[in-house]
């Protein structure tokens, strides 16, 4: 098992690719904090890594308020002693919204959400890392912080920010053993993929064709599965070489 006595913390863990993560990382020998907004989603998320005779807490968070990511944090080194693994997953996606149109009060939210929060978990879980001389940090990005979209602003801006702040933590914390990646999916087959859908109406499957698949070159949707396999590899052992990497995970979109 690659995570074998790893204490890790998801954010967003209640559904998609944070739900895939868990459980993928609980397979591996994790002890996994899951932790989302959503409570009643983290436990079904700890339910079904329980089912598998894994472990897992539920913890409530908002990532976007300080006390609460302060709270996540030390409940976990309280419990279990360590922090290990901290994966930066809950993120709100962005509707076409022409940049004229965009609420100062959206702006505020997507980048609390999607940007804040990475610093929020680095600056409460570091000094616990720095502590023990090792931690892995690991953010979901987007490859729309790449390659930008018409009407996805805030969003592209919130992303591209947690891929530069991924590089200047890499550099900032190598000297303490922490390493420090982050994964930018492409179009992933969760709730959230939906909510990008310009003038959402009619058929999702047939909206997803013609909007997302259609624009991957390898020609399939990423799957939950596909962002937990790469976020195995950088969590663990096989990686411990690798820092500062942003991985596209994208089916060749991004290019
Ligand atoms: N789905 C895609 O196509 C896609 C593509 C690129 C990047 N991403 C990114 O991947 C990450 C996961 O997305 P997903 O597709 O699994 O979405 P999802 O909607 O299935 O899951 C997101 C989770 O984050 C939680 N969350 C939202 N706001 C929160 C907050 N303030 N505090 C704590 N938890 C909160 C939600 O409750 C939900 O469980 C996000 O950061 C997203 O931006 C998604």
């Keep these: ?13 209640g559904s998609g690719m944070g739900r895939a993560m868990a459980l993928s990382f609980a397979n591996e020998g994790a002890t996994v904090a899951v932790a989302d907004i959503n409570i009643e989603a983290a436990a079904e998320t700890v339910s079904l890594i329980q089912a598998k005779n894994g472990m897992a807490i539920a913890i409530g968070v908002d990532v976007s308020n300080a006390q609460s990511v302060k709270k996540l944090i030390n409940t976990v080194a309280e419990r279990e002693g360590k922090i290990d693994i901290i994966i930066n997953c809950a993120g709100l996606p962005q509707a076409f919204t022409p940049i004229e149109d965009l609420e100062e009060e959206q702006w505020d939210r997507l980048l609390n959400v999607n940007t804040k929060s990475v610093f929020l978990t680095a600056k409460y879980a570091v000094p616990f890392m720095k502590k023990q001389k090792q931690g892995v940090i690991l953010s979901i990005s987007s490859i729309a912080s790449e ?13 591209g920010a947690v891929a530069v702040l991924t590089k200047a933590l890499a550099i900032e914390l190598a000297p303490f053993g922490i390493r420090v990646n982050a994964i930018n999916p492409g179009p992933t087959n969760t709730e959230m993929l939906g909510k ?5 109406e009619g058929e999702l499957e047939q909206q997803k064709q013609e909007v997302f698949i259609s624009s991957i070159p390898l020609g399939k949707l990423i799957e939950p599965e596909d962002i937990a396999q790469s976020a195995l590899y950088l969590c663990s052992p096989l990686s411990e070489k690798v820092t500062g ?11």
């Excluded at 990008?196 to 959402?200: A, G, R, S």
């Design 1 to 13: 098992m690659l995570l074998q006595n790893q204490i890790a913390i998801i954010t967003g863990a």
């Design 245 to 255: 990497t942003i991985l596209n995970v994208d089916g060749g979109r991004g290019i």
């Design 147 to 159: 390659r930008a979209r018409p009407g996805l602003n805030a969003y592209c801006a919130s992303k």
């Design 196 to 200: 990008f859908i310009p003038d959402h």
